[in-house]
């Protein structure tokens, strides 16, 4: 019996770490077949441990272009950062005394956690904002966040001690989606969320974040440079691995801003700048 419980245990680690590791989706198919091989298990004893993780909201099945994927589950609260915890709606969570919780609607925006450039804009935010020092600044901060999807990049900057924040996305649903996240995590009075172009904004922001692509990153350098309060810190994901050093050198030679964080996870990366002078 206790080498039945051991097999079990490890199978599910197992499982979620070969998951949570991939670099591309996996099917259920592949999932045992990996797994099969590496343990020499039987199909029914991964598909119960499979079943068991299921059911536990661990993992879950996906449907891709008539494709089955089993992936890690969001549907429960996921630390996302030394921190940042992020929960769906209703979903309950024993926090430790330094966490920040951030509740989740279910919809459509991209930014709920289920992507690794989520994930690592948040660390990211986290990150820079220990380098920035709010506590020092004597007055109110404001972060700024380009194409803000469901919003939670900009309200974690502000649950994680920025003052206010500015959300700007062409998409209406996307700000609608945002607006229900500022309500649920009680910022609606601190969240502006809009579609203006940023160039119409009149301020300067300590934060700037975007978890855009490539080559809009390396677009809006100009707009950023331009937005960015002297000493603070820009945080840019959704860059692929063979991206990072275009970005870099982007940031880096043209406007005066220095590198001073970078994250991978699978194929994606994010990185963080201090704004250290003009150029």
Known sequence: MGKEILMT????????????????????????????????????EIETAIKDLV?????????????????????????????VVLKPQGRSFAPDPDDVIIEIAHGASFGTGEHPTTRLAIRGIEHALGEICLSGRGKETCV????????VLAIAAV???ISS??????????????????????????????EVPVEDLDRKFILITANLRYPTLKRILFTVAGSIEQGGAVVLSGIKR?????IIDTYNKEKGFRCTWKECEKDWACLGFLRTGIR
Do not use: M
């Open 55 to 83: 059911s536990k909201r661990r993992l879950t099945y996906t449907y891709h272009f008539g494709r089955t994927f089993i992936e890690k589950s969001f549907d429960r609260a996921v630390r996302i950062s030394r921190r």
């Open 159 to 161: 649950r994680l001690g």
């Open 242 to 246: 063979d991206e990072i050093s275009g």
């Open 9 to 44: 245990v490890n199978l599910k680690k197992e499982l979620l770490h070969v998951i949570e590791n991939g670099w591309e989706k996996i099917t259920p198919w592949e999932l045992r077949k990996q797994i099969s091989q590496k343990y020499g298990a039987k199909r029914k």
């Open 165 to 194: 924040a500015v959300g700007l996305d062409t998409d209406p649903c996307a700000r609608y989606e945002a607006g229900e996240n500022a309500r649920l995590n009680g910022l609606e009075d601190r969240f502006n969320i809009c």
């Open 144 to 151: 700024l966040d380009i194409g803000t999807g469901s919003g």
